[in-house]
């Protein structure tokens, strides 16, 4: 998540637009006006809407009212900026070489800032994975140590609870720490579907309590989880291929100087997942429907806020007459480093998502091994020969059971979700990796517990027949 200290694309991408209504010689005044009235800038347009309330209200002069609001603003990049720009206004500095710096500089801190995230990420996820591990040994432990220490079931309640607590919270700080900027926008049916599938699979297994519905659970999830991995696997082909199309059409923009033959243009190259979407433009246009408002609609249907935040910027060149081809090269520069970012965050994700499978599979079959285990202690001691000898704390084998399954259903919920985050997705496509690893719970528990039973029985096959006969 980003600090007050640290630049969010958001912020360039205002630069950008910014940029492309200056292109168009449009008054400083006027720019500040329609910045405050574009809402998808989140914060900063409310920073905009009382600058304009001081200009245009008050009657402020432009630089006192923007010397009056910096002063109490707390986002340090927006604060910085808003100081350059008035002494750049009040010198009379060319506005796009000026803009064209500030984007360069706020995209080269940008990329650093995302850059030492990622790495600092990287060392993270090996604490993480290290803790998870131990997390997985010491409940291992404390039940051997409440069997032969006569503890009882009680510690182990209470280190079930704690280290569901403990999981739980690594996940939050893993969420704030590294929470990825995601650029799609989703229906409100397909969070409904989401929330639906989590909850039927939550109350499935809290009900029935058993590994087998895990498995069903993990297949419910999967399946939802893989509708909206395929949706984000298109949008970051769809955007990759827009960075291509608007680079093209921006140069041909510039020559032809028509929307229309522009896109026609356009459309006889290769422009990939870009064609359904341009063919679209070109309908819209021939039935009279405004520029802005065809390019608005593009953003919107691609489903990438990506897209559509860039379409706003060529748009506002197209419509008030800014140079075309320089913003579309300013635009495909930063779709390109958002983009790049976004690629090496990838490759961290793949590392951690394979260990994270490993761990969650060692995991479960540590439990397994365990509860069977446990199974053949309390045969074993069930015998007053042995019982004379040794010593067996009484522990409820189906209350261990229950209490395994508690731990690894979060372990998997709070996995999926880091590795989500570490790939740089949605929380919605992280279901797909609960999936997966509710599924590797369950089948490595299962075929674990069954191998050592059969392990166990085979060795006690040997001992005196006054005990093999009651094992």
């Given at each position: 998540m980003f600090t007050k200290d640290e630049i969010d694309s958001k912020f360039i991408f205002?630069?950008?637009?910014m940029l492309s209504l200056f292109t168009a010689d449009i008054p400083p005044e006027i720019i500040i006006i329609m910045l405050?009235?574009?809402?998808?800038f989140g914060e900063y347009s409310s920073i905009f809407k009382k600058l304009r309330i001081l200009i245009n209200g008050y009657r402020y002069k432009f630089s006192t009212a923007i010397t009056i609001t910096s002063s109490k603003l707390r986002i340090k990049p927006l604060k910085d900026f808003l100081i350059r720009f008035s002494q750049a206004i009040s010198h009379d500095v060319d506005m796009k070489s000026y803009l064209e710096r500030e984007i360069d500089m706020n995209l080269t801190e940008y990329y650093a800032t995302m850059n030492r995230k990622i790495e600092s990420?990287?060392?993270?996820?090996?604490a993480y994975y290290t803790l998870s591990s131990a997390l997985i040994f010491s409940v291992a432990t404390l039940t051997l140590l409440s069997i032969l220490f006569n503890i009882g079931t009680v510690v182990l309640r209470l280190m079930a609870l704690a280290m569901i607590a403990i999981i739980g919270m690594l996940t939050i700080i893993v969420y704030v720490s590294y929470k990825p900027e995601t650029y799609i926008i989703y229906k409100k049916q397909e969070k409904y579907l989401a929330l639906i599938a989590i909850q039927s699979?939550?109350?499935?297994?809290?009900l029935t309590r058993n590994y087998l519905t895990v498995v069903v659970s993990g297949i419910l999830m999967l399946g939802i989880g893989m509708y909206f991995r395929t949706k984000e696997t298109k949008l970051n082909t769809l955007e990759k291929h827009y960075v291509s199309f608007v680079t093209y059409f921006s140069r041909t923009y510039s020559v032809v100087n028509n929307l229309r033959d522009?896109?026609?243009?356009?459309l006889r190259g290769d422009v990939g997942a870009m064609r359904p979407l341009v063919t679209l433009a070109i309908n819209r246009l021939e039935y009279?429907?405004?520029?802005?408002?065809?390019?608005?609609?593009?953003?919107?249907?691609?489903g990438s806020m990506l897209i559509s935040m860039l379409n706003r910027i060529i748009s506002a060149a197209i419509e008030f007459g800014g140079d075309v081809r320089y913003m579309g090269e300013i635009v495909a520069k930063i779709g390109t480093s958002l983009l790049n970012l976004r690629a090496r965050r990838e490759q961290n994700g793949r590392a951690f998502e394979a260990l994270v499978y490993a761990l969650q599979a060692t995991s479960a079959a540590i439990g397994g091994a365990l509860l069977s285990l446990?199974?053949?202690?309390?045969?074993?001691?069930?015998?007053?020969?042995?019982?004379?000898?040794?010593?067996f704390g009484y522990v409820n084998i189906a209350e261990i059971s229950m209490i395994l399954l508690l731990i690894f259903v979060a372990l998997s919920f709070a996995n999926g979700i880091s590795i989500a985050i570490a790939y740089g997705k949605t929380f919605f496509s992280g279901l797909y990796f609960i999936g997966i690893l509710l599924i590797i719970t369950a089948l490595a528990f299962h075929f674990t517990y069954v191998a050592t039973?059969?392990?166990?029985?085979?060795i006690f096959q040997e001992i005196p027949p006054v005990l093999s006969t009651q094992i």
């Open positions: 205002m630069l950008a637009y405050s009235n574009l809402e998808f990420m990287a060392n993270f996820i090996s699979s939550l109350i499935l297994i809290i522009s896109l026609i243009s356009v009279g429907v405004r520029k802005s408002l065809i390019f608005e609609l593009m953003g919107e249907e691609s446990l199974e053949t202690f309390e045969n074993i001691f069930a015998f007053n020969a042995v019982n004379e000898i040794f010593t039973e059969g392990l166990f029985k085979g």
